[in-house]
C-alpha cells in the first residue's frame, strides 16, 4: 500500500512590514495559513520606493502571491510575469483590472465624524495626507456625515514632507505649517486624523501651541497603532480598522 503525498502550496505575502497597516494584514495571512494543512506562508519584506528590488522578486510560478495596495503602481510599472497570480489587499480600488480586498474607508470616516459629534464638538477638520486615495475617502466619509449634521469640516490634505504618514525615525517634529492650521481653528474642535501617526503630529502641535487636549482641540485617529500611540503619551481614541481580516 502506497501513501499519497499531497503537494502543499505556498502564499507569498509582499509587504512593508515597518508599516503597522501591512504587518497585522500579515498577521492575519498568517494565522489563516497555520490553521491550513495544505498552505505555507512566506513572508517577504520588501519596500516599494526601489524598482529594482520589484524586478528581482521570483516567486515560484505555483505560488499564490499577496500584495500590498502600496504595491500596486510599482508592479504595473515593472510589468512582473507574475502579476496574474496577485491578489492586492489595501488596494482601495487604485487597479480595479485586479483582484483585492480592501476596508470600506468612507465608513471610517463617518464613525469618526459620529463620535466626535457624541462628544459635543459643533466644529469638525480633517489633517490628512494629499496624495494617498485612502486618506481623501476617509474625508469623504467624514464630510458626509458632518453635512447630515448641518456641520461644514475645515479640510487640510497636506503633502507627506509637511505631514508624514508612516512613521520613522526621520521624523521630525510636528512642521509649523500644521501648528498654526490647528492653531487658526475654530475653538473648541474635533479632529479626524486619516490616521494614527497623523494623529499623534496633531496632538503635538496643539500641546506645542498650548491649546488643551482634548478641552480645546478632540483628535481621532485611525488604525489602533501603537508606535504613535506611546509617542504621543496617551491613548489616541482610534477607529480601530480590521486588517487582519483583510
Not at 498568517?30 to 516599494?48: I, T
Not at 494629499?130 to 464630510?143: D, H, I, M, P, V
Not at 456625515?145 to 497636506?158: F, N, S, Y
Request: glycine fraction near 8%; proline fraction near 7%.
Amino acid at each position: 500500500m502506497s501513501v499519497k503525498s499531497h503537494r502543499r502550496q505556498r502564499i507569498v505575502f509582499v509587504g512593508d512590514l515597518q508599516v503597522h497597516s501591512i504587518r497585522e494584514a500579515c498577521q492575519g495571512a498568517a494565522e489563516y495559513c497555520g490553521g491550513r494543512s495544505d498552505l505555507d506562508f512566506d513572508p517577504w519584506p520588501v519596500r516599494y520606493d526601489d524598482p529594482d528590488t520589484i524586478r528581482r522578486l521570483k516567486p515560484e510560478p505555483s505560488d499564490g502571491i499577496l500584495a500590498s495596495g502600496a504595491a500596486t503602481t510599482a508592479l504595473l510599472a515593472e510589468r512582473v510575469p507574475w502579476l496574474a497570480r496577485c491578489v492586492f489587499f489595501l488596494s482601495n480600488g487604485e487597479s480595479p483590472a485586479t483582484p483585492g480586498v480592501e476596508l470600506d474607508e468612507p465608513a471610517i470616516g463617518r464613525m469618526a465624524a459620529e463620535h466626535l459629534l457624541q462628544r459635543g464638538y459643533r466644529h469638525l477638520a480633517f489633517f490628512g495626507s494629499a496624495s494617498k486615495r485612502w486618506s481623501a475617502l476617509r474625508a469623504q466619509g467624514f464630510e458626509a456625515a458632518a453635512r447630515r449634521a448641518g456641520i461644514a469640516v475645515t479640510c487640510h490634505e497636506l503633502p507627506l514632507r509637511t505631514l508624514p504618514i508612516y512613521w520613522s525615525y526621520r521624523r521630525a517634529r510636528p512642521s509649523s505649517e500644521l501648528a498654526w492650521l490647528i492653531d487658526g481653528l475654530p475653538k473648541p474642535c474635533g479632529i479626524l486624523a486619516a490616521n494614527d501617526v497623523i494623529a499623534c503630529f496633531a496632538i503635538e502641535a496643539a500641546r506645542d501651541g498650548g491649546l488643551r487636549v482634548p478641552h480645546q482641540v478632540g483628535v481621532i485617529g485611525v488604525d489602533d497603532d501603537p508606535v504613535p500611540n506611546a509617542a504621543a503619551g496617551l491613548a489616541i481614541t482610534s477607529v480601530q480598522a480590521p486588517f487582519r481580516e483583510v
